[in-house]
């Protein structure tokens, strides 16, 4: 499909009216710049041409474009708001992560728990937004934020193609403000900790027995029969006491976080500790006689999190705040936002759309990609078109269900990536899966999206039932290269430890150490530090690949190459001079390069016992694991290349 003539006007917009099945156009907010096209299409099985050199004749791709990229992103060390109360810098989270997002119910959006779908890098200049209260965060200028008015970008203009509701000094952000900085766990917390714990009269939940199990453990001297409070008391040591004393008896329910307390010596501490770090607070008499007395902290729920954050309790179901309106008086407005350069940032996809950083409300960020696929233009369209059929899962299943079908082999990711960004959206390959499965189909994937791990558990259980086979896509391990040449699929790090999952969910998955880049990535020492971390990483199988440059995809590395490294361009002109393959000698080059790497490493051998060679050689194979052949068996590719650029 093309889409040169199907442009309306001046402006580019997309007039898409004689595709067959669709059902409608749109433009997400998370996907800037990017058009999704949903169509109900009549058939999602595509019989691959005779002419390819592949070791399968049927393949299924829900998606015809691609959404893989980034271009939103916060700074790593952003701290963001996790499903149990507590917090995590945004490069630490991993697919599967459960944080906190918000949700619109009955006219206010509140809190409600999210799932990770994707966390990812890139490089983009970068700007700091300062706010009353003093939260300083740092984001790219197309990052959006949840204002009093709205989601705004960081940055925009007033009029014009770049005309967009962007943030300006005055704006105020939604949240509670900045996330206090938890301190060190130290020895005077843990003893805090256990006094606290042992002035309470109830009893202790599993979470808090544990941690007490494992302070007492490590404790330098356990507190003393009927000590509570020491002469000085440090503050790590009222940190403690105050989590401890909150996981025996404190409560925290319909916005209200109450501490009860009988004995005098105890409430002394609890009040010395909640003043010394600066927690408003009343003291109260319980409903009941005696000398009970209630601890109620005030100041709603920004106060609420910088307890739970400065002093760490470890009973879980204690810290949610699930359903809660997101609305307080936490001095949020834009102070100023300025420039600060090109950095690395991250960012991470959600089921909600959304996620909670340092304290205010941060929006899902999606981008173009400037890799060719398909037949699509060579980049714009391919990355700003996308077309999704949200009713393959369905067609799929009524296709393989015909006594016609053989139940041959079903490849998916050799044209388009069925774990792109939009996955985390459109969710249509768990519907996928089962279709082939309940039929008793064979299938494979082949993937550089981490969104997988979200499948695992359901390829799993299926892989008991039909042969599965995975592969995974690795070409470097060199941040600032792949920075720069897939700025928004997962890092080479996520992608190993993907296939690391994938082995210990019991599964086959093979790597492609692919597209090998002459000049760039073919140094004997980086093909050995990327197949030692493939091994460690459990790989099944590997294989190498030259990179192939076909039409569109030749178009646009010759201008990255040109813009990024001019000094390699003769060479490349020499290397692809006969057409899309590298020219055979450099294939035997770097097959002789390969064969001792692989054999240091373990990996030089098939189950079949041939010698594995690069791909473009007649004896070259795909790596075992991921052909869904019998156990062990290998695959003959034959020549052909998956496109992976």
């Known amino acids: 499909m093309r889409w040169d003539r199907q442009r309306a006007g001046a402006a580019g917009e997309p007039a898409l009216l004689g595709l067959s099945g669709l059902v409608r156009s749109v433009r997400s907010p998370e996907f800037s710049g ?26 299924v791709n829900p998606y015809r474009g691609c959404s893989h990229a980034c271009a939103y992103c916060l700074a790593g060390d952003t701290p963001i708001l996790l499903a149990d109360g507590r917090t995590k810098p945004l490069a630490d989270l991993r697919v599967g992560d459960r944080v906190y997002g918000t949700r619109l119910e009955n006219g206010y959006r509140r809190y409600v728990p999210a799932r990770v779908l994707a966390q990812w890098t890139t490089q983009k200049p970068a700007y700091r937004i300062t706010l009353q209260d003093g939260t300083c965060l740092t984001a790219s200028g197309d990052h959006r934020f949840l204002t009093n008015r709205g989601w705004k970008y960081v940055t925009g203009d007033q009029a014009g193609a770049g005309r967009r509701p962007h943030l300006t000094t005055g704006n105020k952000l939604m949240g509670v403000g900045r996330f206090a900085v938890p301190a060190p766990e130290s ?51 009222l940190r403690g006491f105050l989590a401890g004393l909150f ?23 609890a009040v010395l500790a909640l003043k010394r770090h600066g927690f408003d607070h009343a003291v109260e008499r319980s409903n009941r006689s005696g000398p009970l007395r209630v601890l109620r902290l005030i100041g709603g729920l920004p106060e609420r999190l910088r307890f739970f954050h400065t002093t760490d309790p470890a009973v879980t179901r204690k810290r949610t705040i699930d359903g809660v309106a997101i609305k307080s008086a936490a001095r949020l407005g834009v102070v100023s936002i300025e420039p600060v350069g090109e950095q690395e940032l991250v960012d991470i996809t959600t089921d909600t759309g959304d996620f909670i950083a340092d304290g205010v409300v941060s929006h899902n960020c999606f981008a173009r990609n400037t890799h060719t696929y398909l037949d699509f233009d060579a980049g714009e369209d391919f990355d700003s078109q996308v077309v999704v059929k949200v009713n393959a899962p369905e067609v799929l299943a009524a296709q393989v269900r015909r006594r016609s079908w053989a139940r041959e082999h079903v490849a998916m990711g050799t044209n388009t990536d069925p774990y792109q960004r939009a996955e985390g959206k459109y969710e249509l390959m768990p519907g996928i899966i089962k279709a082939l499965a309940g039929s008793g189909t064979p299938f494979s994937i082949l993937t550089k999206g981490t969104v997988l791990a979200r499948d695992l558990p359901l390829l799993r259980a299926v892989a008991a039932d039909v042969p599965v086979g995975l592969g995974v896509s690795i070409a470097l391990l060199g941040r600032d290269l792949q920075r720069r040449l897939e700025p928004g699929t997962p890092s080479p790090q996520a992608r190993l430890e993907l296939v690391r999952k994938a082995r210990d969910a019991g599964l086959p998955c093979g790597v ?23 091994r460690d990483a459990g790989a099944t199988g590997v294989t190498v690949i030259p990179l192939h440059l076909r039409p569109g995809a030749r178009e646009w590395f010759g201008r990255w190459l040109s813009s990024h490294h001019p000094e390699l361009v003769p060479r490349y002109r020499q290397l692809y001079a006969r057409g899309s393959y590298v020219d055979v000698g450099y294939r035997r080059w770097l097959s002789a390069r390969v064969t001792p790497l692989l054999r240091r490493h373990g990996l030089d051998r098939r189950s079949g016992g041939e010698e594995r060679g690069v791909p473009g050689d007649e004896e070259a194979g795909w790596p075992d694991g991921t052909m869904p052949g019998r156990r062990g068996e290998s695959v003959p590719a034959q020549g052909d290349q998956l496109t992976l650029l």
Do not use: C
């Open 34 to 59: 990017v058009t999704f096209h949903e169509v109900h299409a009549r058939s999602v099985l595509n019989k691959v041409p005779e002419a390819s050199r592949v070791p399968f004749r049927w393949t």
């Open 187 to 237: 020895a005077g917390y843990r003893l805090g900790y256990l006094a606290g714990l042992g002035a309470g009269r109830g009893v202790l939940d599993a979470e808090a027995a544990a941690r007490a199990d494992a302070f007492a453990e490590s404790a330098d001297g356990a507190p003393s029969e009927g000590e509570t409070l020491p002469i000085a008391p440090g503050d790590d040591w």
């Open 247 to 269: 996981d025996a008896d404190g409560s925290h329910s319909r916005g209200v976080l109450r501490m009860p307390v009988a004995k005098p010596q105890v409430l002394e501490a």
């Open 512 to 534: 492609f150490v692919a597209p090998v880049l002459p000049g760039l990535t073919d140094s004997a020492d980086a093909l050995d530090q990327l197949l030692a971390q493939i």
